[in-house]
């Protein structure tokens, strides 16, 4: 069965710091566990913000649960300088904590420091547990790998393929996607689940694009794609329905429409 895993992000309200601006977690991640469990999910990405800044015992709870904590959702900076570095132990702390197996990252969007970029990233690789693969999100807007042939470039001289990995988007474009399964496809081994509209920050149930998704998943399955996916963002954020239990029923609606879709 195809492992489908739940993003802490998609119920977590501050995930932007549009609660407080610090971007403090203000979902109690551990007290959901059984009822994600319940809900069917494998797995979960964790946010950052979830393990990094728990208070109490909470970090605790979440990594003794009953469900693994897949992915750490890291937003590690790859600039230079002692805070940057700082950010990048921090992360790679959380990960061994966390026993994870993959660890999401992205470099950062100054072209002048690709090769900066490369050594950090081959540094903090090497300082990963040897069982855990850096998961690139190249996300666009933030990220020079957002273009597949300096994606391909930075992951050549930074890591095997057992180390560096990537993930792409439902909402990438197709040629975008063929793009980066072009570029760099042996090491795509999972898939953001987000249709988030960026001009109205909205993000719509899946059984109402459930077309769209279908041709997603034809798209990349067509061009060698096996791998797992998360549940990053689901409806009712920015709504008055913005709140962890909320959410967590959303997601649990859609896992339900996703998994039919995998299963094709």
């Known amino acids: 069965m195809t492992e489908i895993l739940l993003g802490t992000v998609a119920i977590e309200p501050n995930r932007w710091g549009t609660v407080s601006r610090d971007r403090a977690p ?12 319940a809900a069917g999910f494998d797995g979960l990405e964790l946010w950052d913000g979830h393990l ?5 015992d909470e970090g605790e709870r979440i990594v003794s649960g009953p469900l693994p904590v897949t992915i750490f959702n890291s937003y590690a900076d790859f600039g230079p300088g002692e805070e940057a570095q700082r950010s990048r132990d921090d992360a790679a702390s959380g990960v061994r904590r966390a026993d994870s197996r993959a660890v999401k990252f992205n470099v950062g969007n100054d072209p002048a420091d690709e090769d900066g970029y490369v050594e950090r990233l081959s540094q903090w690789i090497d300082e990963l547990p040897s069982n855990v693969a850096a998961m690139c999100e190249c996300h666009q807007g933030i990220s020079v790998a957002e273009d597949p042939a300096v994606a391909a470039r930075i992951f050549d001289r930074a890591g095997p393929v057992e180390r560096l990995r990537a993930l792409v988007h439902t909402h990438d474009a197709p040629d975008l996607l063929r793009a980066k399964f072009d570029a760099y496809g042996d090491r795509i081994t999972h898939v953001h689940v987000n249709f988030l509209d960026f001009d109205a920050m909205t993000h719509p149930r899946l059984c109402d694009v459930v077309d769209e998704l279908r041709a997603f998943r034809d798209l990349v399955g067509g061009l060698g794609f096996a791998g797992s996916w998360t549940l990053e963002f689901v409806a009712g954020l920015l709504t008055d329905r913005d709140e962890p239990a909320l959410l967590l029923d959303q997601a649990a609606q859609d896992l339900s429409t996703l998994r039919a879709v995998v299963a094709g």
């Open 52 to 56: 990094l800044r728990a208070s109490g």
């Open 26 to 37: 203000v979902t109690l991640v551990s007290a959901l566990l059984d009822s994600i469990d």
